[in-house]
């Protein structure tokens, strides 16, 4: 028969090993911030996906639908990333004629 202290030795021991095996495996599994933001971004598009597939009945009408509103908001979006683009090339030849130095030579 075994006493209550040799019972609660063992109990510590295997708490001790389980504890030593809980971080063996964190470090194991240790995730990088970026892929996993990647990782649920790629989620949440497929989750949306199935949601139009369901709505519209089929993948292809879903498809359709992502389709026309990626091009929507293509067409929106170009005139604006032009129109900074244009206006942050402006800016740095403005400051680089305001300070003094050379004007850099255009080809």
């Keep these: 028969m075994t006493s209550y202290s040799d019972r609660d030795t063992e109990r ?14 964190k470090k194991q599994r ?3 911030p970026i892929l996993m933001t990647f990782t649920v971004i790629a989620a949440a598009i497929g989750l949306i996906v199935l949601a139009l ?9 879903a498809g359709a639908v ?7 908001a293509a067409d929106q979006a170009e005139p604006v990333v032009r129109g900074a ?13 305001t300070d003094g130095t050379h004007t850099p030579a255009t080809n």
Excluded: I, M, P, W
């Design 85 to 97: 683009a244009a206006g942050a090339g402006q800016a740095v030849r403005d400051v680089t004629t």
């Design 66 to 72: 992502v389709d026309q509103n990626l091009a929507t």
């Design 12 to 25: 510590s021991d295997l708490r001790q090993a389980y504890e030593l095996g809980r971080k063996d495996a």
């Design 30 to 32: 240790r995730r990088h």
């Design 53 to 61: 597939a369901a709505v519209n009945g089929s993948f292809s009408g």
